[in-house]
């Protein structure tokens, strides 16, 4: 442009400047238009469009439909669940007085024991766990609360914090042992108290939702979640030689405090009551006792106060095939043992039906009640389901004889193991 300007001489210098402001005049007034048009009618920074759009060469994302973005706000299933389920989850605080191992009067010198005087050698200890409401009652002012019998086992005082923070003095009106269950009757006392929905735990397949709830740790209204890993698990593969259960396992947070609270489905209904959690190895796991077990000894325990279960009188481990052949194959062995699967007999209860019966420790129980018995846990799963008083007929393998014998179950000892 200079060369131009140099060659054609300071007159037409002088037009090319006259032309030049001209242009600069015009578009300084069109720069004034846009900006009053842009005052005038203010838009969006983003467009309203539904997909991504383009910026300055940079692609940005449109602003949600408002129809959209409340469908964002939605609660998850396990949200409503809780909501239907938590107003019967309660809090259950015990008191037990229990005995100091660690301070005997009697073992005092005879001069500190008269200048102390007569001590105490008890103390109250405090317990706490969880409990879900499964009836109320408000003409007769009454609820039913389930839980765990180790909850609430050989307490002096039990109080339950309903949902809503209210405290009732709770009675244990019924506990067993062998199924780690317990019912707790409350006045309700003019509280509204709401039960939960009762599930069907015989409909659950593995993979199914689980959801806990209970009070962790003092931690009131906790809730995990998790999905049902196994079912029918014999709590005797956990080392519970005391107990009759085929337990729910679930990978959904279980912690102290949480026995006696609810494990519920999807739907929200109480489909176990949470038991116990691994630790150790394997920690991660919790158990949980099915509703339809729990259903049942709960109406046993309001009718009766406590319930019978028949006895043997046996402790027995698994014995599998394999397991036998490397037995016998031991040069040192000292018995042989059957090459078969069953519930081999390490122990027979002195003065117990087993007893009686004649069974002998080493002898394999192949059968009961005209039913397959691979291990254990069948076998018990039988007396369990049998009378008091009513024979039962046993197939048994002793060495290389089999033999039926009749063993009459009795009540089971309130000392005594399942067998």
């Given at each position: 442009m200079l060369l131009l300007f140099y060659h054609h001489g300071p007159r037409f210098i002088a037009r090319a400047r006259l032309l030049l402001q001209g242009w600069a005049a015009a578009l300084a007034a069109a720069a004034t238009f846009a900006l009053v048009l842009a005052l005038a009618f203010p838009q969006p920074l983003l467009a309203q469009a539904d997909g991504p759009t383009a910026v300055d060469g940079l692609t940005t994302m449109a602003l949600p439909d408002p129809a959209a973005t409340s469908q964002l706000h939605d609660h998850s299933f396990v949200a409503v669940a809780v909501r239907r389920v938590a107003p019967a989850v309660v809090r259950i605080d015990t008191e037990?007085?229990?005995?100091?191992?660690?301070?005997?009067?009697?073992?005092?010198?005879?001069?500190l024991?008269?200048?102390?005087?007569?001590?105490?050698?008890?103390?109250?200890?405090?317990?706490?766990?969880?409990?879900?409401v499964i009836a109320a009652n408000p003409e007769k002012n009454r609820a039913l609360v389930l839980t765990n019998a180790h909850v609430v086992?050989?307490?002096?005082?039990?109080e339950v914090t309903l949902a809503n923070g209210h405290s009732?003095?709770?009675?244990?009106?019924?506990?067993?042992?062998?199924?780690?269950?317990?019912?707790?009757?409350?006045?309700?006392?003019?509280?509204?108290?709401?039960?939960?929905q009762l599930g069907d735990s015989a409909s659950l397949e593995v993979g199914d939702w689980a959801i806990a709830l209970g009070n962790p740790y003092g931690l009131d209204s906790t809730v995990t979640l998790g999905i049902v890993s196994h079912l029918h698990r014999s709590i005797a593969s956990l080392g519970f030689a005391d107990k009759?259960?085929?337990?729910?396992?679930?990978?959904?947070?279980?912690?102290?405090?949480?026995?006696?609270?609810?494990?519920?489905?999807?739907?929200?209904?109480?489909?176990?009551?949470?038991t116990l959690v691994r630790s150790g190895p394997g920690a991660g796991l919790g158990f949980?006792?099915?509703?339809?077990?729990?259903?049942?000894?709960?109406m046993l325990l309001e009718n009766q106060g406590e319930i019978t279960h028949p006895y043997l009188g046996l402790q027995m481990v698994q014995l599998t095939q394999r397991r036998a052949r490397r037995h016998n194959a031991d040069p040192n062995t000292l018995l042989k043992l059957p090459e078969r699967d069953g519930a081999l007999?390490?122990?027979?209860?002195?003065?117990?039906?087993?007893?009686?019966?004649?069974?002998?420790?080493?002898?394999?129980?192949?059968?009961?009640?005209?039913?397959?018995?691979?291990?254990?846990?069948?076998?018990?799963?039988?007396v369990e389901a049998s009378q008091v008083g009513q024979p039962l007929q046993l197939h048994i393998q002793r060495g290389e004889q089999e033999l039926q014998l009749e063993v009459t179950p009795e009540a089971m000892p309130k000392a005594a193991m399942p067998g």
């Open positions: 037990r007085r229990v005995q100091d191992p660690s301070l005997n009067p009697l073992l005092l010198e005879p001069l024991r008269d200048a102390l005087g007569d001590l105490p050698n008890t103390y109250q200890q405090h317990g706490q766990g969880s409990g879900v086992d050989g307490v002096d005082r039990v009732l003095t709770g009675t244990v009106s019924g506990s067993d042992s062998v199924t780690d269950l317990a019912l707790v009757t409350l006045s309700s006392g003019g509280n509204a108290i709401q039960a939960a009759r259960l085929d337990l729910i396992q679930t990978d959904a947070a279980i912690n102290p405090g949480n026995s006696g609270g609810p494990l519920v489905n999807a739907a929200g209904e109480v489909i176990g009551i949470n949980a006792i099915p509703i339809n077990l729990a259903r049942h000894v709960a007999i390490q122990k027979v209860v002195e003065a117990s039906p087993a007893e009686r019966a004649g069974l002998r420790r080493g002898d394999l129980v192949v059968g009961a009640d005209q039913q397959t018995v691979r291990e254990p846990a069948e076998l018990l799963a039988l």
